[in-house]
Structures are given as structure tokens and as C-alpha cells.
């Protein structure tokens, strides 16, 4: 079949952008032919064109000003990689009214906005497409609204950020602290200059959200995800995780019971066994628990210029495809139903726990006796550095629901014997 | 939009059939609901409508007569699960001749027929989908067809058949003979009566050839693609490369290199870090290797009545979204280009040898003559159980071509100090 050149407008050219300018421009010899699609890159939108940049590209593609690119009606699809709330969303939402395919690299837009967008993107007969949003080069969005279509999935979970995930690696195998390993990770461009949103959890809270949207065909309300980062772990915890037989990992989770779905982000304790306990540096993992498939899972690099590049042009193929066939705008799916997010308070999870206490006979039994009143079940106790001054104690507990374990965690802090709650971290992965 | 419901044919009731017949059956709320679409299942063809079945059928639904659902105009999707190559190969054939949508987990007929099936698809405006057809629930086709559609495949490989890793991971575990373990999974049910298609590789041959159809868009002469199977896998074997650090899989590899492909399954060594060392039992795993996304890797069942079921399904679905959008026809990609395979023995790997020789002064002498003289160099030797009549010598080899190693074999045949060449297995995942 004869077909025009699909024009393609990118908005945005910082790392992902270079990615994605690279692989549409770099000898790739099977893109045109596998994809079936004859891409051209007609206008690129940049903050400063003069700009050192990470690609040599032809100034002349070069603009300033968003309107070259939302208003040609000449350009087919709009490529969004600029990131950041707004104005990326605008421009999304302009490119979509104009009936233009969208590709979007961006998790803030689409776990805050995704569901209006999708709803616009049907209603202009468009696609919208974001598979690079959630855990870089791992195809596990498309997975989700296609190959798993008719999956009824029970729960989806993993590691979704590589800063956190290189910073506790990192910790691990060298034995240093949260603060060290951060200025390492900063000085080799694995975290960035403000951290924030990495490792206090938003990033993955927002790549969460994204997963469930469409695991469970839900609208999440971002703030009614519970998000922990890893900023108060220690070398300690993740010695002592380790002598337990755990790693510690930033886990996103989302799974159902129900009408309801819990959907958390934070430290957890893993047994090294786990499959997401070996992933390692900035990799990324997803599974997926569905009722007839069984446990999938998903592996690859989270986050990158040429990982993250590649989802993005995939999605740009589906999109010119979709184009091409004359099928556009049957693929929005997820995001359908408002979710009904289970309280943290009510999730039931498993403890560690470690005290320093007053090396005194009789605290063992304020701490049961604590752990008792509060129904939350010991399932191990070890007694460790027991000296003048003070005694650690790790315990294990029993699954219990979170309010129950914060409960418990006042009662402590009301014992006079208990000196200090040291660490308390959510055990995952064991039935 | 208003649509009239999506009438399915089924081709065969066993393990897979039964597995589509519950997912489509049983209370999943969410089916209907994410596939955004409405199945009816208007009949299945069985041999004998009287026999016991794995599930609960209406009767009415049953027949002998293929005409009943590829002569049916009102039936839009053929879903074939009988496996075999023929009749299978005839009515997905006849299937796509009249326009309908063809669903099929036939790995022997898309191996075989998946070039001329989809031209056949593609002339017809029909979509011919078969996910399950490789590592049951995984989906790695469509992730291949799609996301990846941009992507420059270089490698994908992996595990890909459950019986033969099953066997392995048994003989691992409880030190045991491959004669015995497979006794032992043929009364499990994991292993057929005649299982030679498993043991011997000719199944993961044929999963081979359909991923590397579609990592580089070729066709995969089938008898180009080389074949060894694990029967001649010992005790021994595992337990010397537990020793030396390895685990034996039964490994599938397609690589690029250039214009052309190697293709082959043989079970070989890899590291016991390696992401696939882990993948036990009757799980599956295939890692993809592309220019930029890097290694990715999908972890799943690779068999069994729900797990392939739900990747029929996922593939159902895609066929009536298609269907209803008008834009059938547009995913026939792969299997394009004549593929240009590297003969085996110009293949490079390296290998494990174990031999058992004199126990004579000179006979490493005599080893380490015979690998120089044919270019093969050593990376390990290790002499064990050096005794008054023999003793064996462990040997791991440098990369060379196979064609190489094929002459060392044959001369070290030719020493008499050589008693025997106990084991020879390339050994894989090392630089």
C-alpha cells in the first residue's frame, strides 16, 4: 500500500529526546521495514537553540515555539519528552484536540492526568501512547493493555526506580550509608542535583499509579497512594536485612482484594530468593500476578537515554501504524473506573522491627507483652549487642494490619525500657 | 459505540482449549470490561463429543465437522488449539481464505507455514495472531511485533521449553540420572509418553525459528536451525559443572551477526549469576538483546492449560478490537526476508570437556598438543579421581569455531592415551 511520510513533531530534546532523535537518525537498518512506517522528523521544540546538546542536530529542525509543531497540520504525531507537569500537559492535551497521535514519555502527566487525556484522546478518535513513562525500556504497559487484555490481574509490583534502586545496591555492596552513596550517585549523574522526588518515593508513586491504572482499569488518586523512601535507611538496616537472610528494595505495589485495590510505595525487606531481590544498579523489574497466567515478570533497563528512547519509538511506530491502518483511537484503554484505594491503616503486612532497649531483666517481656496488647504476633526475636549502656533487639513480626503495627510502635515509644524505635520496615515476599 | 457481539470458533478442547474455555467462562468481571469487546463462543470442534473433558461444556456447542465453523459466516474469530501440524495447518488456511480472524498456539505450524500463513493474512485483510505458540504465558511475540518493532534485535534467546528444564532443574536438585527424573516426570504429567519433540529439541527448535522470524524479520529454515537434545545429559555433568560454578539449561539462541543469523538448541553451560540460571522447574524466560534498550528479560510459565489459555485469549482480544476497529490485517509483521543462516560450524562458543585417559605421565601433553594443533585453547583444565586405571580431566576451552572443535574431538579419538570423550557442552553467558 502507497502511503505519505508520516510526519512526526518531537517537543522536547534533552536526554530522552537525544534518544529518541539517535535511533529514528542513526543507520538503523530494520526500523523502516519492521515497523512498516516511514517516519519524518520535521520540527523539534527547544528551550535554547543555541545549546550545547547531546546529538548533532540539523539546526533547521530547531524551534522555539510550541505552535510550529501543535499547529502544522502536516505533522501526524506529536512526541512529548520534555517532562514536567506543565505546560507538557497543554501541549498534549492541544495536540490532542487538533486530532494529532500522541507519544508521551512523561509519569507526572499521565498519573495525574491520564485519565482526563485518555478520555479527550477517544473522543478526537487519536492514540495516546506511554509506555517509556513507567519503567523505561520494559514493555510492560502495552503488555498490560494488550497481551493481558483479558488477564484478570491480581496484583502488579516492583522496583520502578533506578536512583533508589543504584543507591541501596550501592549501600549494600559497599556497606556505606544513605548520605554517602546519594553524593556518589549524584557525582555519576544516577541522581539528580535535587533528589527529591526520587528518593523520597514520588517518582515511583507516580510510575505505581500509572501500573494500576491500567492493571485494573482504575482511575488512582495520586494522594491516596502511601509513598516512604529510603532516605531514613541505614547501613544497619541493610545489615541486618541481611543477616536475616533479606534484602532491602523500593517497592511499588498495587494489588487487588476485592472492589479495592492497595497501592503503596516504600522500603521493604525481601528475601534474597525473591526474583526482584537479584535486580540490581539502575535495572528495573515489574511482576504481574494474574488468576490464569501466574506470575510474570518483567526485567530490563528503567530508565536511560537509549533504554527509555526505544520505548518512546516503539510507541511512535504503533502510532503511525495505528495511522496508517485507519484505527486510531482504539486502544485508550484503563483509567476507566474511579478506584476505591484501600487505607494504609488496613493493609496487613509482616515487620522488622529493631529497639534499643535497657539491657534489664523483664524488658523481653515489655516487648512482647507490648506486641501482645496491640495483636501483633512475634515470629522471631533476636537479642543482639547486649552491653552496659543498651541491647538491640531484631524482631521478626507476624502479618498484622498497619494499624495495628502503629499502635504498637506508640506503646513502645511509652515504655521507658524501650530507649529507641531504631527501624521498622515491611516485609515482603513471603506468603 | 454499538457492536454486535464477536462470535468465536474453537478448534480443539484439550489442555489449551479447555484453559480458553474457562477464561472465557468463568466470572472474570473484568473481561469484558478492559477487552472493551463482547465474545460469544458459537462452537467447538472435538474427535469425540462423548469424552470426558477437563471442563464443564454445553453439548450443544460441540461438533465433529470443522465446515460447522470455518463454513460459518457468522463466526469471526477461528481459534486453533488443536495442535499437530495437519489438519491444523488446513483450517487455519481455510480460515484465513474467508476472511476470518485466525488465533492459533500452533508452534510446529507457525515454525513451518508462519511465512506463507501470514502473506495469506495480509492478502486476506486478516490478522493472524500466535502469541502462545512461544513460552505459553509469556508474551514475547507481540512485545517483539510491537514494542520492540524499532528496536535492532541483536540477540534473543532463552528457555523455552518447560519438560526438558524440568528434568534439568530435577536432576540438579536431587543428583539424579536423566533416565530416572524423566520416568519420574512423565508420571507427573510434565514430561509426554513419547517425549522425544521435548528431550531431544525439537520443540524449542521450533519456538526458536518463530522469535527469531520475528526478532529480524527472516524466515527460519527449520533444518537449518541446530538440534541437540539433553538425553546424553549425566549425573556427572551436573555435578561437574556445579563444581566449576555453571548450570546446565537447554538453552535457545538466535544472535545476528551482520546479514546473518545463528540459529541453534543445545543445552549448555552458564554461570550459575546468569539471569537464566535461576529460571527452575517448568518455568520459561527469553532475554532480548537490542542496540538501545539493552538487555531486556521475560520470566513466566512456559506451559500449561491457564497460563497458555490467557495468552490465547490476550490474542482473542486483540482479534476483536481489530475486528471492530476495522484494521485488521496491519500486525502480519515478521517472517519477511529469506533468513541467511550461520552454519553450525562456523558458530563461535566455548566449551566444557570432560575426558577419561591414562593415567600416564604425558597425557596432558598429549591433551594440550591436540587443542594447539587445532586452535583450540584452554581457559581451565582440573585433573580428578587420578587412579591406577584412568583419570579424568575437566577442560573448559577458550572461544573457538565449532568446526575447530569438531577436529579436536576427532583427534583427541585418535590418542590412545585418550580412553574416552565422557562429555563435550559449550558453554554459554561468558564473554
Not at 491516596?224 to 541493610?238: F, L, N, S
Not at 531484631?394 to 529507641?420: M, N, S
Request: glycine share 12%; hydrophobic share 45%; proline share 3%.
Amino acid at each position: 500500500m502507497l502511503q505519505k511520510r508520516i510526519k512526526v513533531g518531537l517537543l522536547g530534546l534533552g536526554t530522552v529526546g537525544s534518544g529518541v532523535y539517535r535511533i529514528l537518525t542513526e543507520g538503523n537498518t530494520t526500523l523502516g521495514e519492521k515497523a512498516g512506517v516511514d517516519l519524518e522528523l520535521k520540527g523539534i521544540l527547544v528551550r535554547d537553540p543555541k545549546r550545547q546538546r547531546l546529538v548533532d542536530v540539523d539546526a533547521s529542525l530547531l524551534t522555539t515555539d510550541p505552535g510550529t509543531i501543535l499547529g502544522d497540520e502536516d505533522i501526524d504525531i506529536v512526541v512529548e519528552v520534555m517532562g514536567g507537569e506543565e505546560p507538557a500537559r497543554s501541549y498534549i492535551e492541544e495536540a490532542l484536540r487538533a486530532g494529532k497521535q500522541v507519544v508521551t514519555a512523561n509519569k507526572e502527566v499521565m498519573a495525574k492526568h491520564g485519565a482526563e487525556l485518555l478520555q479527550l484522546a477517544r473522543e478526537r478518535g487519536a492514540d495516546l501512547f506511554f509506555e517509556a513513562s513507567v519503567a523505561g525500556g520494559i514493555p510492560i504497559l502495552r503488555t498490560l493493555q494488550e497481551s493481558l487484555a483479558g488477564e484478570e490481574v491480581e496484583a502488579v509490583y516492583g522496583i520502578v526506580n533506578g536512583t533508589t534502586n543504584y543507591i541501596l545496591t550501592a549501600m549494600d555492596s559497599k556497606g556505606l550509608d544513605f548520605a554517602e552513596v546519594l553524593a556518589e550517585a549524584q557525582a555519576l549523574g544516577y541522581a539528580e542535583a535535587d533528589p527529591t522526588a526520587d528518593i523520597a518515593g514520588h517518582d515511583a508513586t507516580r510510575k505505581l499509579a500509572i501500573l494500576a491504572s491500567l492493571a485494573f482499569n482504575i482511575q488512582v488518586p495520586l494522594d491516596q497512594v502511601h509513598c516512604a523512601g529510603i532516605e531514613e535507611i541505614t547501613a544497619a538496616d541493610i545489615e541486618a536485612a541481611r543477616e536475616l537472610g533479606y534484602v532491602i528494595k523500593l517497592l511499588a505495589i498495587a494489588r487487588r482484594d476485592g472492589e479495592r485495590v492497595e497501592a503503596r510505595v516504600h522500603p521493604a525487606f525481601l528475601p534474597q530468593g525473591h526474583p526482584l531481590a537479584g535486580v540490581d544498579g539502575v535495572y528495573n523489574a515489574v511482576l504481574v500476578e494474574g488468576r490464569a497466567v501466574g506470575t510474570l515478570m518483567f526485567y530490563g533497563a528503567g530508565a536511560g537515554q537509549m533504554p527509555t528512547g526505544s520505548a518512546v519509538v516503539g510507541d511512535l511506530i504503533a502510532a503511525a501504524r495505528n495511522l496508517r491502518a485507519g484505527a486510531r483511537g482504539n486502544n485508550a484503554t484503563g483509567f476507566a473506573r474511579e478506584g476505591k484505594i484501600i487505607p494504609m491503616e488496613e493493609v496487613e503486612t509482616r515487620y522488622y522491627l529493631r529497639l534499643r532497649v535497657a539491657p534489664e531483666p523483664g524488658v523481653l517481656g515489655t516487648v512482647t507483652g507490648c506486641c501482645g496488647a496491640e495483636g501483633v504476633e512475634l515470629a522471631s526475636l533476636d537479642v543482639k549487642n547486649w552491653g552496659k549502656d543498651s541491647a538491640d533487639l531484631h524482631i521478626r513480626t507476624q502479618r498484622a494490619k498497619e494499624k495495628a503495627f502503629r499502635r504498637l510502635l506508640a506503646a513502645l515509644g511509652r515504655e521507658p525500657q524501650i530507649y529507641a524505635v531504631e527501624s521498622a520496615i515491611p516485609i515482603e515476599g513471603e506468603g
